[in-house]
């Protein structure tokens, strides 16, 4: 199991950015399939990026272009930086942390999230 806090969350402007950090512990970090999911009020959660031990990268259609998954081996830390940030984009964003080399976007393949930081883009 893998222990994950984020951190970075907090009120921005629309066109704004934000950077979102996540610190595990717990296992061999650089093994790990990190991933960024998110829920807003009333909606199911939905995923946002992930990344792959080898740095390979995938991204949801609506954050492309506009936010990066990022990792940091030495630190065990993974962050989400937020440009061009839109008032849809306002939610809970999670930190997950799957053991499988090659997780997907689904959800259910990642084994441990964190608490979760709030996000919140005004008009």
């Known amino acids: 199991q893998v222990q994950l806090v984020e951190s970075g969350g907090g009120l921005v402007q629309a066109g704004g950015s934000l950077r979102l950090s996540c610190a595990a512990s717990?296992?061999?970090?650089?093994?790990?399939?990190m991933g960024w999911f998110r829920q807003a009020p009333g909606k199911e959660r939905e995923f946002v990026a992930r990344?792959?031990?080898?740095?390979?990268?995938y991204y949801s259609d609506s954050v492309k272009g506009r936010f990066t998954i990022s990792r940091d081996n030495a630190k065990n830390t993974v962050d989400l930086q937020m440009n061009s940030l839109k008032p849809e984009d306002t939610a809970v964003y999670y930190c997950?942390?799957?053991?499988?080399?090659?997780?997907?976007?689904?959800?259910?393949?990642?084994?441990?999230w964190g608490q979760g930081t709030q996000v919140t883009v005004s008009s």
């Open positions: 997950a942390a799957s053991s499988r080399f090659f997780a997907t976007r689904n959800q259910y393949e990642y084994d441990s």
């Open positions: 990344i792959w031990s080898g740095d390979s990268t």
């Open positions: 717990g296992r061999t970090f650089s093994s790990l399939t």
